[in-house]
């Protein structure tokens, strides 16, 4: 099993940036692919961006060129910088990894983007 707990979020105004952690209870990004995603009230749960253990990363079209996803493997943490932050932005972002068969998700940490 393996925890993981989001950290950052926040109120932010239009054009603010916010950086979101995930640390993970053990050693796992170096191991398995991870991604984060948001889930907007009344929305499905979306992929935001998300980073093999190669290290190839892929983005949401909607946060491309203002999203960067990155990790440190030595403090098992992956984050989620956040830049040029819209109100469509707004949602709980999780942090999610894949092991074998089963996923394991964070709390979830807010972030809301309003003037």
């Known amino acids: 099993q393996v925890q993981l707990v989001e950290s950052g979020g926040g109120l932010v105004q239009p054009g603010g940036s916010l950086r979101l952690s995930c640390a993970a209870s053990r050693s796992v990004f170096s191991y398995y692919g991870m991604g984060w995603y948001r889930q907007a009230p009344g929305k499905q749960r979306e992929l935001v961006a998300g980073i093999t253990t190669g290290g190839s990363i892929d983005y949401a079209d909607s946060v491309k060129g203002r999203f960067t996803i990155s990790r440190d493997n030595a403090k098992n943490t992956v984050y989620l910088q956040m830049n040029s932050l819209k109100p469509e932005d707004t949602a709980v972002y999780y942090c999610?990894?894949?092991?074998?068969?089963?996923?394991?998700w964070g709390q979830g940490t807010q972030v809301t983007v309003s003037s």
């Open positions: 999610h990894v894949q092991i074998t068969s089963t996923g394991y």
